[in-house]
């Protein structure tokens, strides 16, 4: 458990009162009174949870909040706030925070949902390392081979694929494996907001850019420098916002809303699209020059259809990750079940194939996954035969898995992450004695 505190409030007393309180439960503390300064003030190692007060000058606690989690995702802030409303209670929640208290705070209320938050959040973590990139597949390699070739590279990277081949988890293993791992990571959604608050969120704004703006507010841009900004669904932003991210990319700078002052930013930008590029360009919705931009490496996810072997070793994967987090230890998948899982298409691809396991793990209540315990539109899939566009696929995977466990089939049968059971049984179908 990570447990250093990290305190923001602008009244001195305050902070002196909750770092008696924290260090005399053996936490370590570090105390911002400027909030300005909160976000450097955050070591991704070490701070576990960070306590934000909600009004502070040059800075809102809401503000400051969005800008922790845009930057740290994963790092829990609690609001306290003499002046809390139920407003602003659920505008916090909205934006990520773990909780709200209200001045006067009962100490052993904060201590306890304090605790509550660190010991959950070594799980948490677990899971997350736990989302990692399964394929045996040639031509998902090939994918793989060309991003680890140019993570260490500063080059702009423009990921293609359909929704849920794991877009985001490429993404991820870039900023990895780049020479920014230690920087920031930022995430942005564009077709998950409108283009004026897209534009708010990406390039920030100054003080009086419109009504609501009281002060200065960081762009997502500038919370990046140094590391790496993800654009997840570029092909949803607006022709004007593509023009701004133009200039980005070949000035590495920008002007905040309602500023005329230049910002200059050093992140690396990887972006993602579900889209047919060359169409939208075709179309007039998507600027060419943006597209080479960001187009210097370009890497395609193939869909799941396409990586057949890929479907029961991910299959593995997801049951033993489920089964641990639902307390279903040693569960395993009838022959009939893996059948139905080979047979799908898999229009959602890695993602409907994760939740469609998830919901099967919670609904078994021990012994092998029937096909009972899958969703009502997957009990209709045949199941008892491979089907033909699948089975030479089939034959070659089995074939080189006996080959790697020196003919041993129950090597095999682990290596296919099935049980023996199942190998034979599919070995038979195939006509493979």
Not at 16 to 36: I, Q, Y
Not at 203 to 215: I, P, S, V
Not at 327 to 354: C, F, I, M, Q, Y
Not at 397 to 410: L, N, Q
Request: hydrophobic share 40%; net charge neutral.
């Amino acid at each position: 458990m990570r447990r250093e505190i990290l305190v923001v409030d602008d009244d001195e007393a305050v902070c002196e009162s909750l770092s008696e309180l924290f260090r005399g439960k053996g936490f370590a503390v570090t105390v911002v009174t400027d909030p300005l300064r909160a976000v450097a003030a955050v070591d991704p190692r070490s701070t576990g949870l960070a306590l934000v007060d909600l009004r502070m000058p040059g800075i809102g606690g809401i503000e400051l909040l969005q800008t922790m989690k845009s930057r740290f995702p994963d790092l829990p802030v609690v609001i306290i706030s003499g002046f809390a409303t139920v407003e602003t209670s659920v505008a916090a929640m909205k934006y990520g925070a773990a909780d709200v208290f209200t001045k006067p705070i009962r100490s052993s209320a904060l201590l306890a949902q304090i605790q509550r938050i660190l010991s959950e959040r070594p799980e948490r973590e677990a899971r997350e390392e736990d989302e990692t990139i399964i394929s045996t597949d040639p031509a998902m390699e090939e994918a793989l081979t060309l991003v680890r070739r140019a993570a260490p590279t500063e080059a702009p990277i423009l990921i293609r694929g359909e929704t849920g081949t794991g877009k985001e988890l490429v993404a991820r293993l870039i900023h990895r494996e780049s020479g920014r791992s230690e920087g920031p990571w930022v995430e942005v959604n564009c077709a998950a907001m409108p283009e004026t608050l897209l534009e708010n969120e990406m390039f920030g704004h100054e003080r009086g850019a419109f009504t609501d703006a009281r002060g200065r507010k960081q762009g997502l841009l500038e919370v990046a420098d140094g590391g790496t900004i993800f654009l997840d669904e570029i092909g949803e932003m607006s022709l004007a916002t593509q023009a701004k991210m133009l200039r980005v990319l070949q000035e590495k700078r920008f002007t905040r809303l309602g500023g005329v002052e230049t910002v200059r930013t050093s992140c690396r930008v990887v972006a993602a699209t579900n889209r047919d590029v060359e169409a939208a360009i075709r179309a007039g919705v998507f600027r060419e020059d943006l597209y080479y931009r960001l187009a210097v490496v370009e890497v395609r996810i193939p869909p799941l259809r396409e990586r057949p072997g890929d479907i029961m070793p991910l299959a593995a994967h997801f049951l033993r990750r489920f089964a641990g987090e639902y307390g279903r230890e040693g569960l395993g998948l009838t022959d009939d079940v893996a059948g139905v899982l080979s047979e799908h298409t898999w229009p959602g691809n890695v993602r409907e194939l994760k939740n469609l396991i998830e919901r099967a793990v919670i609904f078994c209540e021990g012994g092998p996954i029937e096909r009972a315990h899958l969703s009502p539109q997957y009990r209709g899939l045949a199941g008892d035969a491979l089907p033909d566009r699948f089975a030479s696929s089939a034959r070659q995977i089995i074939s080189e898995a006996i080959t790697r466990a020196g003919g041993s089939k129950t090597e095999a049968a682990r290596i296919l992450h099935i049980d023996r059971k199942t190998l034979y049984n599919r070995m038979k179908k195939l006509g493979m004695g």
